[in-house]
């Protein structure tokens, strides 16, 4: 099954304590990227990744580091989270075709709600 | 810069009525991408369509509709006949050329009432 996997899909942790959200994708998609939703903001883009070993900040970077060793993975790293960073995180793949109609987008993954106290 | 405005922020309407949810857009490139995703009460985000801003043509898929307007600069999603598990909020986003940032509207919670 064609599918973008996150894990995990809720984390408590502390203030400072470094962790890894982890996301994988088994469709060979090119691009990848992360997103967080926060009520009355919508979704905001952290990073995207067009390949591997090619990342770009999106619209929120600040607090995250990503890494695209491989295609398939493309985890999201808070050296030393925030509380500011509690949020629903989704990860998100698209092989970016240049089709158009209901049968092109990004598949996303089903989340990871990050609480940091 | 890229933008797009769902200014319904909430929409409640009876089982088996039409709604319409809107979205305005702004961009300054002649070539971009239309989404529309939904998101259920699951959390999940379910993609739903793709449009590119040279084809204009209208789609339809089932119960789904959408009005591409590059004049009015609007990408308006109908759902004829609503069903409880429309329920919803969904999201309309917009990429442009070259560039793999999607940015979202802050979405529409579509109540569907039994």
């Known amino acids: 099954e064609a599918q973008v996997t996150q894990n995990p899909r809720y984390l408590i942790t502390v203030t400072g304590k470094k962790l890894t959200v982890t996301c994988s994708q088994n469709m060979n998609h090119e691009y990848m990227s992360w997103y967080r939703q926060d009520p009355g903001l919508g979704l905001r883009q952290i990073y995207y990744?067009?390949?591997?070993?090619?990342?770009d900040k999106g619209d929120v970077p600040e607090g995250y580091k990503v890494s695209r060793k491989e295609k398939r993975n493309f985890p999201l790293i808070l050296e030393s989270p925030s509380p500011n960073q509690t949020s629903l995180y989704f990860c998100?793949?698209?092989?970016?075709?240049?089709?158009?109609?209901?049968?092109?987008?990004?598949?996303f993954g089903s989340g990871t709600r990050l609480t940091v106290v | 810069a890229q933008k797009v405005t769902q200014a319904q922020t909430e929409i409640s309407v009876v089982e088996k009525e039409d709604v319409t949810l809107d979205c305005v857009y702004e961009?300054?490139?002649?070539?971009?991408?239309l989404f529309w995703y939904k998101q259920p009460p699951s959390g999940e985000l379910v993609f739903l369509i793709r449009r590119n801003s040279f084809d204009e043509q209208n789609e339809i898929s089932g119960r789904y509709s959408w009005n591409f307007q590059k004049s009015t600069s609007s990408f308006n999603f109908t759902i004829t006949a609503s069903q409880v598990v429309d329920s919803a909020v969904y999201f309309c986003a917009l990429s442009e050329a070259g560039d793999d940032k999607i940015i979202f509207g802050k979405g529409t919670r579509l109540h569907i009432l039994p």
């Open positions: 961009t300054r490139d002649t070539t971009y991408y």
């Open positions: 998100a793949s698209s092989s970016h075709p240049t089709g158009t109609g209901v049968g092109y987008g990004y598949t």
């Open positions: 990744s067009m390949n591997v070993e090619v990342t």
